[in-house]
T-cell receptor, first 112, second 113 residues
Framework: DQQVKQNSPSLSVQEGRISILNCDYT??????FLWYKKYPAEGPTFLIS?????DKNEDGRFTVFLNKSAKHLSLHIVPSQPGDSAVYFC???????????FGTGTRLKVLA | DAGVIQSPRHEVTEMGQEVTLRCKPI?????LFWYRQTMMRGLELLIY????????DSGMPEDRFSAKMPNASFSTLKIQPSEPRDSAVYFC???????????FGAGTRLSVL
């Protein structure tokens, strides 16, 4: 059973437009959420995170939104750039653990 | 810092053979994690260590898999005997206990024929 789900395996967006990547989770004990970006032949790299005490966190072009009641988070990229083309993983962890549960990833393609 | 270093980058082996994957974490990090990436299941945590001690190995798929961390700068993941369904990309990651960000190596792509 997947505790963290990314239901869209792929997404294509035009350069300059907004990219929205979604993630759902089932475990109410999760209280910290992260997004990682992965390029081919490289390991995942940390992008942005959010604690359950917040509902929004911004870092430049990247914003993560958390809706605890819906157990849903999303990553917004505005404006999207071709260099953003990668696989994006969301991950969740519970307080006091160092264990991440990752989703299956969404492949984003930004078209020039 | 060179980051998390994994070797080999690619491994091709035949079913039944022993496979050993290696990882050097970032110096000073006290947590080390082994993950497996597949299309169907994404990134799965196999096992993690704190100060060289295994803390949670509940993700290890079966007894054919074993992991060790003999010192703070080296860890191995061994599969014996290997099977075609073990084909995947295996990642090692490390972190500080005071931080939440895990830093990943470039991975080892394993193909079992």
């Amino acid at each position: 059973d997947q505790q963290v789900k990314q239901n869209s395996p792929s997404l294509s967006v035009q350069e300059g437009r907004i990219s929205i990547l979604n993630c759902d989770y089932t475990n109410s004990m999760f209280d910290y959420f992260l997004w990682y970006k992965k390029y081919p032949a490289e390991g995942p790299t940390f992008l942005i995170s959010i604690s359950s005490i917040k509902d929004k966190n911004e870092d430049g072009r990247f914003t993560v939104f958390l809706n605890k009641s819906a157990k849903h988070l999303s990553l917004h990229i505005v404006p999207s750039q071709p260099g953003d083309s990668a696989v994006y993983f969301c991950a969740a962890s519970a307080l006091g653990t160092y264990k991440y549960i990752f989703g299956t990833g969404t492949r984003l393609k930004v078209l020039a | 810092d060179a980051g998390v270093i994994q070797s080999p980058r690619h491994e091709v082996t035949e079913m039944g053979q022993e496979v050993t994957l290696r990882c050097k974490p970032i110096s000073g990090h006290d947590y080390l994690f082994w993950y497996r990436q597949t299309m169907m299941r994404g990134l799965e945590l196999l096992i993690y260590f704190n100060n060289n001690v295994p803390i949670d190995d509940s993700g290890m798929p079966e007894d054919r898999f074993s992991a060790k961390m003999p010192n703070a700068s080296f860890s191995t993941l061994k599969i014996q005997p290997s099977e075609p369904r073990d084909s995947a990309v295996y990642f090692c990651a490390s972190s500080f206990s005071t931080g939440v960000i895990q830093y990943f190596g470039a991975g080892t792509r394993l193909s079992v024929l």
